[in-house]
């Protein structure tokens, strides 16, 4: 029988949120990446327009959508796949927790993902009864590695993977027979020098594979660049023979994509103009908050990418997460990233305008 599964860790939050929101000004949410800008306008027309769905949708997506999501591999990462290499999947999360099931692992296999990493890669593992590594250098993975994940850009740290560190991974995945899914979600957003303006590369970059994406996946979300959080549109592409096992276990599950969702994706994923409205809206909440937090004492570590300020102040997380707590602000432990986070706290970039500024002040002793 294997083991129960841990408590949900967010629950350890309620006396700390409970604890913020006696503050006189209210509890200022920073700790989930839950956006809050609105959906864009031709999307949800999209979305309203395709409601007459009276069949079933394609679990492999529509051939709109297919196409929708070659090009967008073409144009925003650089990458050259067919229609038979992508999936739409039912949000990002669903797929990482249930990747190792769709890829058929099980007990005495090891799923690796960063040391500093979002707990949906070991839940994966947990729910198939295989072990979770947690580690960033690809020469100690063990000889039992069947699933790699890459995050890059990094939640909740902001770190990205150049494409050196890329090929290292993929090179040593091929080795021990196992596959590299590349978590992407927030590949839009660098902030810091050298991504400033430049592609923040894909595990399936022709520099880092060339034209083989044998055992090689990349996943992406819209749920950040395009606030369809609520849409749960997300999708993956890479190894065509990888991606038709997907498709195939997930036709028996019945995980497919509303067709009113796959239409809306369709339309987003076109469209890069509100993607770099977006872009700007949290670039600018970034440079309101970063400096308050550097001015209280605490120092950013990483985030030259994403959607999270990692900070410290060489205390351990919980202590920081009462001090945020005792200004009304809510903010997520590095506890909850891993054994290798005890003193860094991550605030979230997707709170609204006001929220941000509002948290700042209270920094400030405003």
């Not at 920073?30 to 007459?52: C, H, I, M, N, W």
Request: hydrophobic share 45%.
């Amino acid at each position: 029988m294997r083991a129960a599964l841990p408590d949900y860790p967010w629950d350890a939050m309620a006396p700390y949120a409970e604890r913020a929101s006696a503050h006189s000004g209210g509890a200022l949410n920073l700790s989930v990446g839950s956006p809050v800008d609105p959906t864009p306008e031709p999307v949800s027309a999209a979305l309203a327009a395709a409601t007459d769905a009276h069949g079933y949708p394609s679990t492999a997506g529509s051939g709109e959508l297919r196409h929708a999501i070659v090009d967008w591999f073409r144009r925003r990462r650089g990458v050259v796949l067919d229609a038979d290499a992508v999936l739409p999947t039912v949000g990002s999360k669903e797929l990482v927790a249930l990747l190792p099931m769709l890829l058929g692992l099980g007990p005495d296999e090891t799923v690796v993902h960063p040391r500093v990493a979002y707990p949906s890669y070991a839940m994966g593992a947990a729910l198939v009864g295989a072990q979770a590594v947690a580690s960033d250098d690809p020469d100690s993975w063990p000889e039992s590695t069947r699933l790699v994940w890459l995050n890059s850009p990094g939640n909740p740290d902001g770190r990205v993977l150049g494409v050196d560190a890329l090929r290292a991974a993929v090179s040593r995945a091929r080795a021990l027979g196992a596959v590299v899914a590349g978590d992407e979600c927030y590949a839009e957003f660098g902030w810091e020098a050298p991504w400033v303006g430049q592609r923040i590369p894909s595990v399936l970059d022709p520099e880092v594979v060339g034209d083989d994406h044998s055992g090689v996946l990349s996943v992406y979300s819209l749920s950040k660049q395009s606030n369809l959080a609520g849409y749960r549109a997300a999708l993956i592409g890479g190894d065509p023979a990888l991606v038709s096992r997907l498709l195939t276990v997930r036709k028996h599950a019945g995980l497919m994509l509303p067709a009113p969702v796959q239409h809306a994706m369709a339309v987003a994923l076109a469209d890069d103009a509100h993607v770099a409205e977006q872009r700007e809206r949290y670039r600018a909440r970034r440079e309101v908050l970063r400096p308050a937090l550097e001015s209280a004492g605490y120092r950013v570590e990483g985030s030259e990418a994403g959607l999270y300020l990692w900070v410290t102040r060489d205390a351990d997380a919980w202590e920081s997460v009462a001090a945020f707590a005792d200004l009304g602000i809510v903010v997520g432990p590095g506890h909850f990233y891993g054994d290798h986070s005890p003193q860094h706290v991550r605030l979230a970039l997707t709170a609204s305008d006001a929220d941000i500024a509002a948290a700042a002040a209270r920094l400030r002793g405003r």
